[in-house]
């Protein structure tokens, strides 16, 4: 297997979760030999074949366990609900480049490269994960990350604006606070992952960024309303709540006019 399109095929329709990891990695090492193909051999299959492991279970929001870090089962459980937006990251990653055909090859190697560094992320999680005495997929998990893909699969500007420009980087606003509590707590370990995930993150959302801009560019349409409206379109509640970070946000490519109208009630 030598085409990127077969590779994002194999890492979204295969369950086993090692393998998804090792093809991950042995794609990006490919592109980096020079060679990976970026021709697309076949168009995509729906975003309903797309298929994921029987564990974790899925549940709503309300249904998660405690997070609160003042113990150590609420350490766990954060950890483990890290753990699963970083494996969701992966299949959102492949499922952009996968499904969205026709975009110069630099989307796609942007998009690898993405898929490549959430791999590792979820890697991380999952050994810091045994060291608290728990493995990926003994607690529930969030069962919400995917509707974004699914609602967005047809219009690669509302993806850019709902996977990288919104959920995200909801990342940015959150990440620093809970760095600084485990600070506080003197926990070196999930500091320096923590802030090895924030590193890469607001790379990633700064890849969002310049591909939505150049859809927008494609498309004829300014970006700045146009995120507002997609945003208004697709978030269930018109908009995210703040407080965002503004830096952070700023160094991924996000407006000022953009985070003006995030920002006001």
Same mark, same amino acid.
């Given at each position: ?6 590779f ?10 090692? +393998?998804?990891?090792a093809?991950?990695?042995q ?12 021709s697309p ?15 974790p279970?899925?549940?709503?929001p309300?249904n ?5 870090l003042t113990?150590p089962?609420g ?13 969701m ?11 969205f055909r026709g ?11 993405v898929?490549? +560094?959430?791999a ?6 999952r050994?810091?994960l ?7 997929g003994?607690?529930?998990?969030h069962?919400g990350?995917?509707?974004h ?8 500007l509302a993806r850019?604006a709902m996977?990288p ?7 940015l606003?959150? !990440? ?19 802030t090895?995930?924030? !590193?890469? +993150? ?7 960024s310049?591909w ?7 498309r004829g ?11 208004t379109?697709y ?19 996000f407006?000022?006019? +953009? ?7």
């Open positions: 297997m030598n085409n990127v399109f077969d994002a095929a194999a890492c979204l329709h295969r369950t086993n979760i090692d +393998e998804k990891l093809l991950t990695h794609a990006w090492q490919l592109l980096h030999n020079g060679e990976l193909k970026l051999s076949c168009p995509p299959l729906p975003i309903e074949q797309v298929s994921f492991p029987d564990s279970e899925l549940l709503a309300r998660m366990p405690n997070r609160k113990n089962q350490v766990a459980a954060f950890f483990h609900a890290i753990a699963h937006v970083e494996f990251a992966i299949y959102l990653a492949w499922d952009m480049l996968y499904r975009m110069p090859d630099q989307f796609y190697i942007d998009w690898l490269q898929a490549d +560094e959430e590792q992320h979820f890697e991380l999680i050994t810091h045994q060291a608290l005495n728990i493995q990926y003994d607690l529930p998990a069962g990350l995917w509707d893909a699914k609602e967005t699969k047809d219009d690669l850019l996977v420009r919104c959920m995200e980087a909801r990342g606003d959150v !990440t620093p606070a809970i760095i600084e509590k485990f600070t506080n707590l003197g926990d070196k370990a999930s500091v320096a992952l923590l090895r995930i924030l !590193t890469d +993150e607001i790379g990633h959302v700064a890849l969002g310049k939505f801009s150049v859809v927008c560019e494609q349409r300014e970006p700045d309303s146009t995120y507002q409206a997609l945003i379109q978030y269930i509640a018109g908009k995210p709540k703040g407080p965002f970070n503004r830096e952070l946000r700023k160094r991924a490519g407006s000022d006019v +953009e985070l003006d109208w995030l920002a006001t009630p």
